[in-house]
């Protein structure tokens, strides 16, 4: 069973900086889609950011100019770069592959907290 493992979470203030990092327990191969997704209390889970294999990337229009997303395809690991940040970015964030080798995979890890003070 493959794990996603996040880091990079906490607590930053208005204007700061953080940088979410996700990495796969073990190798696999054909990972189309790497994304990060965010859940804030009393919300949906939704898109913040994802790119393909090919690194083309897709924002939300809430973070666009101030994330950014990028992926390492030998490591297996997938960043966001969170500059700019605002109290409304609170969130839990989660990372997500999907891929397809035989049948579809879609990993999740198991999210990581990031807290903006105003």
């Known amino acids: 069973q493959v794990q996603l493992v996040e880091s990079g979470g906490g607590l930053v203030q208005a204007g700061g900086s953080l940088r979410l990092s996700c990495a796969a327990s073990?190798?696999?191969?054909?990972?189309?889609?790497m994304g990060w997704y965010r859940q804030a209390p009393g919300k949906q889970r939704e898109l913040v950011a994802d790119i393909t294999s090919d690194h083309s990337t897709n924002y939300s229009d809430s973070v666009k100019g101030r994330f950014t997303i990028s992926r390492d395809n030998v490591e297996n690991t997938v960043y966001l770069q969170m500059d700019s940040l605002k109290p409304e970015d609170t969130a839990i964030y989660y990372c997500?592959?999907?891929?397809?080798?035989?049948?579809?995979?879609?990993?999740w890890g198991q999210g990581t907290q990031v807290t903006v003070s105003s």
């Open positions: 997500n592959f999907r891929g397809h080798i035989f049948k579809p995979f879609d990993y």
């Open positions: 073990r190798r696999i191969f054909s990972i189309n889609t």
